[in-house]
């Protein structure tokens, strides 16, 4: 599962390191276990029930990574700018 993971995180184009990282790849794992659990008791036409719930659990996650500092790997503190 680590490295299904660590592919979606390359797709995605997610270039943390460090902390950061890590608590990324914690997030993912914890989306994916309650994901499948949701899909496995799923019985709506193409899961839609399970689809609805990840895409917004997916913009939540999305959301709260934009609040999140962001370090270089120089280790100084830097913002991302508003969009």
């Known amino acids: 599962m680590s490295r299904t993971v660590q592919w979606w995180r390359e797709v995605a184009r997610l270039p943390s390191v460090g902390l950061r990282r890590e608590a990324e790849e914690v997030a993912l794992t914890g989306l994916f276990l309650a994901t499948y659990a ?3 008791r799923d019985d709506t036409p193409q899961a839609a029930l399970t ?4 895409v917004r659990q997916l913009a939540r996650a999305e959301a709260l990574a934009l609040r999140w500092p962001r370090w270089s790997m120089a280790g100084r503190h830097t ?3 508003a969009a």
């Not at 689809?51 to 990840?54: A, G, K, M, S, V």
């Open 38 to 40: 949701r899909w496995l």
């Open 51 to 54: 689809r609805d719930w990840l």
């Open 79 to 81: 913002s991302r700018p």
